[in-house]
């Protein structure tokens, strides 16, 4: 909380934030992570152990999810030895058209009904028959108990037990995720995500329009997607504010896909991806909550922009963008987190890596702001050797 | 119909998609040579190439231009008589996201900056086996080879496929250029590859480079 709050910690603070790397560092494979939660938490357990960082994300709920997967017929992601992937590869999300352009206006009349209706079905097998329950706004009174009947449906009531399944899988992980949450709080280790958010362009172009749809808006659909931002800016923020009090915690993790340089102009960039999306951290920020913003790829032209926030309240973790001058232009406002390459830890020496590190804790780390991390967390190809020499850099860099 | 052609090329240009379009189908009903409608289109995606270059312009401009260019050739092309399969080329490019990866907005891009920048580019698609680069190099016998990943895998991928090309007996004619989110010099080593790159002006470079006009 040191860093977050710009206060000087009494060493260099660390997150583990991992998706594959902790169950290869205890011998499992990707698909094994997947599948198997006890091995998954027993790896997680090692690795900490092992690491000893000062906070962690957890791992269950960035990849534990395969079986409910399957039960589900999902179709966003292909995963390990799922269809025509091999088993020792992440998972993959597809980029893909989920909604077409002339359903923006009934994304932004009722959400929840496209979501229901339209959008479920589509990015899963078992959802399918939810496009047969009724459209409520329009049910009231004694029509309430009249459509009770659409849900006897055999195809519905299908869904419904497939549902119910996937629920009670999704509850197993759930359980062991927890415990394994207990025992490193009980061994002194908190987690630093308790939640989930995102900026309103990247739920526009990764999940409902595609990246090529997303992109030919800017042009051809202006209007209706500056007004379906507008609304995820209200949309967004309660689902992370609830998960949050839901797990007892006030951090927010917020992966951002399309913010960096070189995808967007400056211009796009401001009309398009910072307004909502600040209006997002805003909203989470007066919710009591401290956002780890993950800004992938380059970001470093846009630090003038993004320093717009409350001081003390937001993490920005930077993949490439130049540490140095993002410390310059934050100093005071926001703290850093990163950014050893991820080639480093793959293909370098543990050497490398501490001169790195180090090199960082000098420069960006003063007066505090700062934590150590990899640039989008630790890549799963990282060799060991490498991965200790980062966690053990950071506890001998004391301020 | 002088003023209607740079006109076409500016409305392109500009990223006016719907007059644009329009424009073309006038002209081509109009009896205007396709051949010649699609030499404006190459002289207005020049200059898309040339504000991309610049930072004037960004992918969603090169995404917009590249359907411009789609439409406009699907209505061109069936009218052609002669046969226009022999145009000279600046080289050929194989290019692929490498086996395990399916990502594929950076290839996809870089293969139109590269084609409009006059190479014919071989796109392998995703998840590209060893073996279909190496095939491909046989058949087509390109100048320069392409090798797309996103994620950290794809540095084993890479690795593995340009030790392939060089067990073959491959990779003395050839160039091997890198690209991809997590690519640097040190993944450039790692790789073998001969160069890497971080946007698509940075592949047309290597290839300009490389394969002498």
Redesign the interface.
């Known amino acids: 909380m040191d860093a977050i709050e710009l206060r000087e910690p009494d060493r260099l603070p660390t997150i583990l934030f991992s998706h594959f790397w902790v169950a290869l560092y205890s011998g499992m494979t990707f698909r094994q992570a997947m599948y198997d939660y006890e091995g998954l938490a027993a790896a997680m357990l090692k690795a900490m152990v092992d690491l000893e960082p000062d906070g962690y994300q957890p791992v269950h709920a960035a990849v534990a999810f395969g079986p409910t997967m399957d039960i589900l017929d999902y179709k966003q992601l292909?995963w390990p030895g799922h269809k025509?992937?091999?088993e020792?590869?992440?998972f993959?999300y597809?980029?893909a058209q989920y909604m077409a352009p002339e359903e923006y206006e009934d994304y932004v009349r009722d959400p929840t009904g496209f979501m229901l209706h339209k959008y479920m079905p589509r990015v899963a097998g078992a959802f399918e028959p939810l496009s047969q329950l009724p459209y409520y706004p329009g049910v009231l009174h004694t029509r309430i108990i009249q459509s009770m009947e659409s849900y006897a449906r055999p195809e519905v009531r299908r869904a419904l037990e497939t549902m119910i399944k996937a629920g009670e899988e999704m509850q197993k992980m759930r359980a062991i995720q927890s415990r394994l949450i207990q025992e490193l709080k009980d061994l002194g280790f908190p987690s630093t995500a308790h939640a989930t958010s995102h900026a309103p362009f990247d739920v526009a172009a990764d999940y409902l329009r595609g990246?090529?749809g997303a992109?030919?808006d800017?042009?051809?659909n202006k209007d209706r997607l500056l007004h379906l931002l507008d609304r995820l800016t209200v949309l967004i923020p309660p689902t992370a504010i609830e998960s949050a009090k839901a797990a007892g915690g006030n951090m927010i993790f917020v992966p951002l896909h399309w913010g960096l340089d070189?995808?967007?102009?400056p211009k796009?960039f401001t009309t398009f991806f910072w307004p909502q999306f600040q209006k997002v951290l805003l909203t989470l920020i007066e919710a009591g909550l401290h956002p780890h913003v993950l800004w992938?790829?380059?970001c470093t032209s846009r630090l003038d922009l993004i320093k717009d926030v409350p001081p003390g309240k937001c993490v920005y973790f930077f993949e490439r963008t130049d540490m140095f001058k993002a410390k310059e232009a934050l100093r005071g406002k926001v703290c850093i987190r990163g950014n050893v390459?991820?080639?480093?830890l793959?293909?370098?020496t543990p050497n490398e890596v501490r001169e790195h590190c180090k090199k960082l804790f000098d420069t960006v780390g003063d007066g505090g702001g700062f934590i150590l991390d990899a640039?989008v967390g630790v890549?799963?190809?990282a060799k060991p050797e490498n991965v200790l020499a980062m966690f053990q850099c950071a506890k001998e860099c004391v301020y | 119909m002088e003023d209607r052609s740079k006109q076409l090329v500016q409305m392109i240009a500009d990223m006016q998609e719907e007059d644009a379009v329009k424009l073309a189908r006038e002209m081509l009903d109009a009896g205007y040579d396709p051949v010649k409608l699609l030499g404006h289109c190459r002289e207005a995606m020049e200059m898309v190439g040339k504000r991309y270059a610049a930072g004037e312009y960004f992918l969603p401009e090169l995404m917009l231009a590249g359907e411009m260019l789609k439409a406009i050739g699907d209505m061109a092309k069936p009218l052609i008589k002669q046969d226009t399969s022999g145009a000279k080329t600046a080289g050929t490019v194989i290019i692929g996201t490498v086996e395990g990866d399916l990502h594929d907005i950076g290839k996809n891009i870089v293969t139109f900056m590269l084609e409009i920048n006059g190479f014919k580019v071989i796109d392998l698609g995703i998840d590209v086996p060893v073996s279909n680069f190496i095939d491909s190099i046989r058949e087509h016998k390109p100048q320069v080879v392409g090798l797309s990943g996103f994620l950290t895998l794809a540095f084993d991928a890479m690795k593995q496929t340009i030790e392939a090309i060089k067990a073959a007996g491959l990779r003395e004619n050839i160039k091997i250029m890198i690209g991809g989110g997590q690519v640097d010099e040190t993944v450039k080593t790692y790789t073998g590859a001969d160069a890497f790159g971080l946007n698509a002006m940075d592949a047309v470079s290597l290839c300009k480079q490389w394969v002498p006009a």
Request: charge should be negative.
């Open positions: 292909e025509g992937l091999a020792d590869v992440p993959q597809l980029d990246s090529k992109m030919l800017l042009f051809r070189g995808f967007m102009s796009q992938e790829g380059d390459p991820a080639s480093m793959i293909a370098g640039s890549p799963d190809e």
